[in-house]
């Protein structure tokens, strides 16, 4: 039915109010590849699973998310501090200890009903009850209570002087059946771990402009990626970042201890409303073992970092075991209403006035030191070596200072496999946007010009791929926290170009029947692709069972030209989500084939349906003018709408190929171009091809899609019919349509 549907629809032409658009994710695909630890024996138990004591902290409490500072539950059987524990369900209430490993009890009152036919009487003798101490062993720690119960079954016994004949029922399902739970207890020693659970997103993309690199993310979706309830339109508590405890009885109310942290609302996520959503920090008192609301804050369009500022003088919380907790109030149904948190600090002898945050700071990853692209195939590298290397390599940094503070030159180091290659200079006047000193509480973001002098060593011996790592550093001359004054990136070269970093902030997509998208690469040489990979998505509407084809065009002026590859109308594809940061669905070609492309060419799709197909979309780096889509067959294409980078890549044949059992076919760049003319015209038009070996069919539509004539085997038709305004000629071999162009009819 779907596929009688994609034919009907190709006969189309999709309204010309149709246009490219972006929308916020509905679950995070770089968090699907984490694992739930826990694996039981038994149903509905704590058996075989491990129970995490951790440990307590004291004061300073400092986190500014340039690390992951979140406490990791990987314990194993056998490990120093895992020591086990068994329990059972039924325990004898004198000894504690466990009762019969096959005793089954039942709380109904059970009996044994003698009758006598001669007297014809029945005597009930009741069992007695059993005494016990009880639990299901469902949750950890057990909590034992005292009960009883009744052997499992009912005897039916019948005396009549022959013999003495009986008939026993059994209970179904009992409710306390002996069995036993063995816990793993694994006692956490990690006070550099601040953070006992993983709800909150941390990342260093979602934010704008934040004040030192990676913040905490709040939004809808779980820790691993899928949203509280998918489809829900109520808001309700979502994330929780929840602290160790904290152990504040070494402390007083004249410490002068302050709670202070920073929040931004939206960033590159999406707006949470002022009236519905909201952010909320609560405190735990080991005293009253109670937990406070101490500071709330409404959702609104994003701003610059805000400063939340707590004291913390209440008495009742100066105990062993004190904790706090960020919690967001906002959409369940993905990743909505978005609050980000930076710079917690929970120390003592502060004030009221102490809420500078004096660190200097790099507040964002290097994205690549290569011009253009993230990464590139690494054969293509190894062949054209020279001017690679990025004059725009941008780092953003920050004076968190009040004060106009010194500046002086950073570095960036670059290794390979862990052995040190080369470094460039990070300029000093260049960093602080030319002036002589950074100006306070200032952000700056500069370019650095590194395509002379080092360039990436292209003589390996590794002839397949290679991954370099390198790390940004640049420090100020006051007091800062250090771990802030460096940055990292990791540059890939494997069989394939990127614009995009690997993490989507959005989801992008054309919306209109027979939409086109097609992204452009200037590669480094010629050559022939084996398929394409793209990054779908979940967003608000399921588009997991739309249609498209994979299309690849040629160059035309430096837009999509003609055809070169499409997927055939009988074998389309569906959008498939992948799982995790940087995992992309490769789609390849039609029987593995290859598909010979220039130096300029383009990727993409053609859907088939209306709504968009929601391919992830990074909104930190900007590749909007290589992004074109049109909704008339390729007559108008225009750049994408928005700023950012479709997460789409060629993938390249190289040497990689053999692990994907690629065979070796090729399809060679065909040039599919026509020419119309005269044009304008109100009589005859003629159509020449510039490869006449292949297909001379056309058609022309108006501008609502109807195909007012079919022209097949022919070179020239007559317009003098036709209507006064723009109609559409389209090319087409199969059916399908290979390039268009405009007619001007008058």
């Keep these: 039915m779907k596929i009688f549907y994609l034919l009907i629809t190709l006969l189309f032409i999709a309204p010309v109010f149709a246009q490219d658009g972006i929308s916020p994710l509905t679950a995070n695909p770089d968090l699907f590849g984490k694992q739930k630890v826990q694996t039981k024996a038994l149903t509905n138990s704590f058996d075989s699973t491990f129970y995490y004591k951790t440990d307590t902290l004291t004061l300073p409490f400092f986190d500014d998310f340039s690390r992951n500072n979140f406490q990791q539950y990987k314990a194993e059987i056998g490990d120093a501090n895992v020591t086990e524990e068994l329990f059972h369900r039924l325990l ?43 639990d299901d062993l469902t949750v950890y720690a ?3 209570i005292q009960t009883y119960g009744f052997p499992p079954y009912i005897i039916y016994d019948t005396i009549d002087g022959t013999g003495n004949p009986q008939d026993t029922v059994w209970i179904s399902e009992p409710e306390f059946v002996q069995d036993s739970a063995r816990i793993f207890i694994s006692t956490i020693t990690a006070p550099e771990k601040l953070w006992l659970n993983e709800q909150a997103y941390h990342n260093y993309r979602f934010s704008v402009n934040p004040w030192s690199l990676g913040v905490v993310t709040f939004d809808g979706l779980d820790e691993y990626g899928y949203p509280y309830n998918f489809g829900s339109a109520i808001n309700a508590n979502a994330d929780t970042l929840l602290a160790k405890p904290i152990d504040l009885s070494v402390n007083s109310p004249a410490d002068s201890i302050y709670f202070s942290f920073l929040y931004q609302t939206e960033g590159f996520g999406d707006v949470p409303e002022a009236d519905k959503d909201s952010l909320f920090l609560e405190f735990y ?4 073992e109670t937990w406070k609301r101490v500071w709330r804050t409404e959702g609104g369009p994003t701003t610059d970092f805000k400063v939340g500022h707590v004291a913390v003088k209440d008495p009742d919380y100066f105990g062993k075991g004190f904790q706090f ?6 959409s369940l149904a993905g990743a909505l209403d978005h609050f980000h948190i930076d710079y917690v600090d929970f120390r003592t002898l502060s004030g009221y006035q102490d809420t500078l945050f004096k660190d200097f700071a790099i507040v964002y990853p290097i994205s690549t030191l290569l011009k253009d692209y993230i990464s590139v195939p690494w054969k293509h590298y190894r062949n054209h070596p020279t001017g690679k290397m990025s004059d725009e390599v941008e780092v953003t940094v920050r004076n968190g200072s009040e004060l106009t503070e010194n500046n002086q030159n950073g570095k960036v180091n670059i290794y390979y496999d862990g052995t040190f290659e080369s470094s460039f200079v990070l300029n000093a006047s260049t960093l602080s946007g030319g002036n002589i000193n950074y100006s306070p509480r200032t952000t700056y973001s500069s370019v650095h010009d590194f395509s002379t002098g080092y360039a990436y060593d292209h003589t390996l011996t590794n002839d397949t791929l290679a991954h370099f790592e390198y790390e940004g550093v640049a420090t100020a001359q006051f007091p800062n926290y250090a771990p802030n004054d460096s940055t990292f990136g990791r540059q890939v070269f494997e069989n394939y170009y990127a614009y995009d970093d690997g993490t989507a902030e959005k989801a992008y997509g054309v919306t209109g029947v027979q939409g086109l998208l097609a992204v452009q690469f200037n590669a480094y040489q010629p050559d022939s692709l084996v398929g394409i990979q793209v990054h779908f998505v979940p967003s608000v509407v399921d588009v997991s069972t739309n249609l498209f084809l994979l299309t690849v065009w ?8 003609a055809v070169l590859y499409e997927d055939e109308f009988f074998y389309p594809r569906l959008p498939e989500y992948t799982h995790g940061r940087n995992v992309f669905k490769t789609y390849y070609f039609k029987d593995t084939m290859r598909v010979g492309v220039g130096e300029t060419f383009y990727i993409g799709m053609r859907q088939i349906d209306e709504e968009r197909l929601n391919i992830g979309f990074d ?5 909007s003018d290589k ?13 994408a709408s928005y700023s950012g980078s479709v997460m789409m890549r060629p993938l390249i044949t190289s040497k990689m190929d053999y692990q994907l059992g690629l065979p070796d076919f090729t399809v060679e760049e065909m040039d599919l171009d026509f020419t119309v003319y005269p044009n304008p015209t109100n009589s005859i038009v003629n159509f020449e091809v510039m490869n006449p070996s292949t297909s001379t069919s056309f058609e022309i539509r108006d501008l ?3 195909v007012v004539k079919h022209i097949t085997d022919q070179v020239q038709t007559d317009v003098s019919d036709l209507q006064s305004g723009i109609y559409l000629v389209n090319r087409l071999e199969n059916k399908q349509i290979i390039k268009t162009k405009k007619l001007v009819v008058h």
């Design 92 to 134: 004898d209430e004198n000894t504690s200890l466990p009762m019969a490993a096959d005793l089954v009890l039942t709380s109904t009152k059970t009996y044994r009903s003698a009758y006598d036919p001669l007297a014809d009487t029945t005597i009930i003798h009741y069992f007695d009850s059993t005494r016990f101490l009880y």
């Design 325 to 330: 907790r960020f919690i967001n109030y906002g």
């Design 704 to 706: 609502n899609g109807r």
């Design 285 to 288: 008192s080991p005293v009253t």
């Design 142 to 144: 057990p909590d034992y």
């Design 619 to 623: 909104a930190n780096h900007d590749n």
């Design 627 to 639: 992004v074109f889509w049109s909704i008339d067959g390729g007559g108008n294409w225009y750049n």
């Design 554 to 561: 040629g160059d035309d002026n430096g837009e999509p030209g």
